[in-house]
């Protein structure tokens, strides 16, 4: 380095202007201070790397620096050489600390502050004095030398200065950087960060070289030119060429973060579209829900074209007792069975949905070639069909009927609510007739079903107001003795007066209130046997009992305690099941059945001949005694022959069961009875069923005759 002898610095030659070597510090600083801002803007994107705008502040200062260098050369003055070496000086020591900041950073120093802080109070302190002292940090003045020539021949000026006293010092701290540069550099391959170390270690051996060149080799050669702020472009490529791997691994991972938003939003609408599946769709059956019926009908029935379309509600006849007898694993094959062949029924562009329960409820255009009320039935017809076969579920066949109510739409239908309503209240009318069947909608069934709800709200308080009360309905033999009385329900509502229990039970069914109803029929039943004249003492009285009651698992101790609790005598009582409790589980029902047989109870088979239980299942059953059906006894005439009930009633001697013939009316009813052999008549031909009060004195009557007729 010339300015180990004389300064530093180059000397003007007037007649070289820009040189190769000035356009080379000139490109030099274009390239420095591009990549210096690229840094820069890097470094301050969300100030992930400062480690970048560090850098960047050093090669925009080095360009300055770069820049300054350029002008010397290119300046004849001595003065404004003077003040520009002065300006690069100062800028020197600025560069010096952003050095410190940026390799700090770099290496991953912890204390990286404490060094900037270290780099920063020396330079400052050279800075000051370089701006305030006569000629400058490294010259006390500077002067005119001879031009330098270049190894190719160009002539580049030069200027000499006579050395500061600060000059040994400037040029110790400048070193002392260097060295802890390389110290850091031996920290990071010591840490094994092999990517960081490589191109800082390349580039402080080019730093190194530039170093020695002005340094060792020029030390007492003829004046030349340095190469040690040109070394720092080395730093600024290989930097700019991490700069660029640092975007390509961001870039990648935005990417990387980009598909994973993309799988993730994926994952979310699939999601979103099951959330939506399951709040529409009925999990069992994967039919459309409730919710999916009443949004879809509201938008059916708020468009300007909704066509002349049927809403329809089935209803599975018995399901409950399915349910109850078979356990629910057994009720949910079915109603998946029964959705299987509903499916496979139902019009195309319908609607089938689940609307909860053994419900089901189908939405259709009516086809214009009938009439919409024979459209809608022929339509439910094909789908009932299809629902006639057994369903074979586990070891059990059963079959089911299916009742339904249907509603024209949009008819007086306005919105769904009334809708669904007038189905409802159709349904329940098809049920109440006798179930199996199917029935519209007319508007003279709302009134009814509005004294359904009434029914409905007033059961609930009907026991506690002690509102149901008991008829008895006498029995007598074919010699005209009293046998027995059957005990029917009557509820005296205070507003629509005596209720029929056709009326009211399979509220109280539906409603589970079955049971305690069921429980204070007994004890009145067993308190009124008690109170009959000693007379009638082989007399029986019989109670009603629902299948509700006889699936219930506490059925055989509900029955012993209320006879208990009355003292009655289990001898003398009946109870009535109907032939839909033998539907289901036969073996639990015939348990149950046999351990009351053993405390003296009878059992009598209820309307026989008008459901479903086969002849087969009378014999596995504890049974007494066999009740005819009305409608059997209804066309009997004494001369004409009824081959039915002839047959009932020798089938039922043949297994010694008492028949009693239910709903007599008329003489020759009875003559013809008793032609057959029917050991009891009921009916209205005897007497109507007659609260207790008056039955007692029709008793009173009957015993009255029947001792003067044996007397
Ligand atoms: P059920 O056990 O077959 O009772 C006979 C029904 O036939 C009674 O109707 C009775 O009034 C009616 N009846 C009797 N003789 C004649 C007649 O000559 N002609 C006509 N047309 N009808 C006659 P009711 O009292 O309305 O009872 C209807 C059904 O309600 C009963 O049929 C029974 O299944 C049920 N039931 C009545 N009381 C109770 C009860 O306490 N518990 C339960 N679970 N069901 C009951
Ligand atoms: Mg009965
Ligand atoms: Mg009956």
Known sequence: ?????????????????????????????????????????????????????????????????????????????????????????????????????????????????????????????????????????????????????????????????????????????????????????????RRGSRERAWPFTLYLLVQGAAAIHSDVINRDGEPTVTYEALAFLALVLLMGDRLRRDLQHR????????????????????????????????????????????????????????????????????????????????????????????????????????????????????????????????????????????????????????????????????????????????????????????IVFESTMQAEADRRLLLEKGLRVALERNEFELHYQPQLDRYDRFVGAEALLRWRHPEHGLIAPGEFIPIAEESGLIHAIGIEVMRRACMERESWPAACADARISINVSPWQLFSPDFVRTVHDAVGTTHADPRRITIEITENALLHDLEDVAYKMRELATLGFHFSLDDFGSGYASLGNLKKLPLHELKIDRVFVEGLQPDTRDPFTESIIAIAHEQHLHVVAEGVETNPQREALAALGCDAIQGFLISRPLPAAEFHRWLERQLAQQCVASD
């Open 1 to 189: 380095m010339t300015h180990a002898q004389q300064g530093w610095l180059p000397s003007g030659v007037d007649e070289e202007r820009m040189t190769l070597y000035v356009s080379s510090q000139l490109v030099a600083c274009g390239i420095c201070f591009f990549a210096g801002v690229h840094a820069m803007l890097a470094g301050s994107s969300g100030g992930r790397e400062p480690a970048n705008m560090a850098f960047g502040c050093l090669s925009v200062l080095l360009a300055g620096y770069l820049a300054l260098t350029a002008s010397i050369y290119q300046t004849d003055t001595v003065a404004l050489a003077q003040s520009l070496i002065r300006c690069q000086l100062a800028v020197a020591c600025a560069i010096y600390p952003a050095a410190v900041w940026f390799i700090g950073l770099y290496a991953g120093l912890l204390r990286w502050r404490s060094w900037l802080a270290l780099a920063g109070a020396v330079f400052g302190a050279l800075l000051i004095i370089d701006l305030f002292s006569p000629g400058g940090v490294i010259y006390d003045t500077v002067v005119k030398g001879h031009a330098i020539v270049l190894p190719w021949g160009e002539r580049v000026p030069d200027y000499v200065g006579v050395r500061s006293r600060w000059f040994g010092v400037y040029f110790l701290a400048k070193d002392a950087i260097y060295v802890w540069a390389i110290g850091c550099c031996v920290a990071l391959w």
């Open 251 to 438: 870039t990648e991972a935005l990417a990387r973060n980009l598909d994973d938003l993309c799988t993730e939003t994926l994952r979310r609408q699939n999601v979103e579209a099951d959330l939506r599946h399951l709040a529409y769709h009925d999990q069992l059956t994967g039919l459309p829900n409730r919710l999916h019926l009443y949004e879809h009908l509201h938008e059916q029935l708020a468009s300007a074209t909704f066509p002349d379309s049927a809403l329809v509600m089935f209803d599975l006849d018995h399901f409950r007792t399915i349910n109850e007898a078979l356990g629910h694993d057994a009720g949910d094959l079915l109603l998946k069975a029964v959705t299987g062949r509903m499916l496979a029924a139902v019009p195309a562009d319908s609607l089938l949905a689940r609307h909860g329960g053994d419900e089901f409820a189908l939405l259709f255009m009516l086809p214009a070639d009938l009439p919409p009320s024979e459209s809608a039935h022929r339509i439910v017809r094909e789908i009932t069909h299809r629902l006639v076969a057994p369903f074979g579920i586990g070891a059990h066949d059963l079959a089911i009927g299916v009742s339904a109510g249907i509603a024209l739409l949009p008819g007086m239908a306005g919105d769904v609510d009334s809708a669904l309503r007038q189905a409802t209240v159709a349904l329940h009318r098809a049920k109440a007739g006798g179930r199996n069947a199917a």
